[in-house]
């Protein structure tokens, strides 16, 4: 089985601050990890993702995301926070497995992140 | 590519109505997700196909809801008959085929209001 976390329902970062957004995860085998962004009125949209290999992973817009195997986390940060980066942000998980993979991902509930000017 | 459409973007509907949500992925994914977003409930999987075959419909809350993929451009999510719990922005998304670590790519969505 696999499940997903995000233990906060909203962050709050004044702009030019870092920002973390946090996720947790459990799966019985090898994760592979995604975090996606909505915007207001719009679809997810892909971020980045842990596949394997180095735990800091780079993606679009200046996110980061960081596997930690021993945490079982895959925290989102930015250096510094830009109001536009005011969105819903989502966490999903699939779980590679012992016998293959599991095509259908887990999403988080999402965590609102406000960043005030 | 112009990525996955959705129509129609809103959909206003009296309780007891069907409603017909319509997809098309983006060409050349064999994966497509229809999904459910709620305050309540957060992002509900509904149901996925692959290449137009339905793998798993356990999301698909009620039998009042059915979905159809004829063909590989095209596929549909069927409420009949409608009800106010049924309120909910639903999204279609597709993803390459091959390995389980494609990331999806989602429309826009649809803004379903049941009165």
């Known amino acids: 089985a696999q499940s997903v976390a995000q233990p906060e329902d909203q962050v709050n970062v004044a702009e030019g601050n870092p920002l973390t957004v946090k996720c947790t995860y459990s799966?019985?085998?090898?994760?592979?990890l995604f975090w996606y962004v909505q915007y207001p009125n719009r679809g997810l949209q892909f971020l980045l993702k842990y596949i394997t290999g180095d735990n800091l992973v780079k993606g679009s817009y200046g996110f980061e995301a960081e596997f930690n195997k021993s945490q079982t986390s895959f925290h989102l940060k930015k250096p510094s926070a830009l109001v536009s980066d005011s969105a819903l942000y989502f966490c999903?998980?699939?779980?590679?497995?012992?016998?293959?993979?599991?095509?259908?991902?887990?999403f988080g509930r999402g965590t609102s992140l406000i960043v005030h000017p | 590519d112009a990525g996955v459409i959705q129509s129609p973007r809103h959909e206003v509907t009296e309780m007891g109505q069907e409603v017909t949500l319509r997809c098309k992925p983006i060409?050349?994914?064999?994966?497509l997700f229809w999904y459910r977003q709620t305050m309540m409930r957060g992002l509900e999987l509904l149901i996925y196909f692959n290449n137009n075959v339905p793998i798993d419909d356990s999301g698909m809350p009620e039998d009042r809801f059915s979905a159809k993929m004829p063909n590989a451009s095209f596929s549909t999510l069927k409420i009949q008959p409608s009800e106010p719990r049924d309120s909910a922005v639903y999204f279609c998304?597709?993803?390459?085929?091959?390995?389980?670590?494609?990331?999806?790519?989602f429309g826009p969505g649809t803004r379903l209001t049941v009165t």
């Open positions: 999903a998980v699939r779980d590679k497995g012992a016998s293959g993979g599991s095509y259908i991902p887990t």
């Open positions: 799966v019985s085998g090898n994760p592979y």
């Open positions: 060409s050349g994914h064999d994966y």
């Open positions: 998304a597709s993803s390459p085929a091959g390995v389980s670590f494609y990331e999806q790519y």
